[in-house]
């Protein structure tokens, strides 16, 4: 879920700095993310927690701009804002997603994936999406940052093989994206998505992407928020709430690029920690 709603920005945020390169930092982020999914998890120490925490802050706030964008257009910001708050207080109130829910959740995401990629490969371009460009390092880096966090798994979600079919999906989604709007369109896009479904003639499917959007970031931001939470503050209410707070901050008033900057630097620093616990373990065995 958490890579469904990622995608509904990432892309375009990514292909403002790469262009069409984009895809190759998609390639970079699941190449990574595929060797990270084999790293144990991170070790339980203050340096862990906060980098394991603020990694997943920084989702949840990611996943709540998406929503703002897509669902509440006019309001995005208060509407990302609400969402926060809304997903803490669901988990102090000891809310939970049922597993059977979670997986009809997946099933729909999933299946609105490949209708996607159906209609982006059996409609025409509207114009040239024109040449590729001279590859760009920098950008290539930024595009593969912003995305990596969402293809990770978190330890014990089956590791390499989630890995790989999310990366899979990600690879195919950018590719039919950059095909129908080509990607300076792409990069000028705050709401990619609604422009590929025009590009597509298909219009009149945007109140079915509202759905899709709000299926693809509430439950995501909840079950990230309730992780970071169980996992990284279990018996810290204070500190469970300052975390909530601060999200619900950067939501409303910090650029999206911002975010997905930060989000990308943590999940970069929480591989390298748990490389280093991968390290000690082998030391110590």
Known sequence: MRLAGALLVTLAAGAAGAGFWVLAGVVLAALAAIGGSRL???ADDPGGRIVGGLSRLAQVVVLAQAFGAYVFPLQPGYAAAALVVFVAAADFAGLRLPNLLVKWILGVLLA???VLVAMCLAVDPVSPAGGIGTPDVAGIVVAALFLLPFLVPEPGER??????VLGLVAVVV???TLLQLGPVRLGL???AMR???SAADAGQLQPLLTVIAVL????AAFTTFVGARQRFAPSGGALGAAGALLAAAAAAFVPLSTVLLAAGLS???ELLLRMRVRRYRGVHD
Not at 216 to 219: I, R, V, Y
């Open 40 to 42: 144990p998890a991170l």
């Open 216 to 219: 693809a970031t509430l439950p």
């Open 112 to 114: 609105a994936a490949a």
């Open 189 to 191: 896009s705050g709401t």
């Open 267 to 269: 999940a970069v620093a």
């Open 174 to 176: 950018t590719a039919v």
């Open 195 to 197: 422009d590929l479904l």
């Open 159 to 164: 590791g390499a093989g989630r890995a790989l």
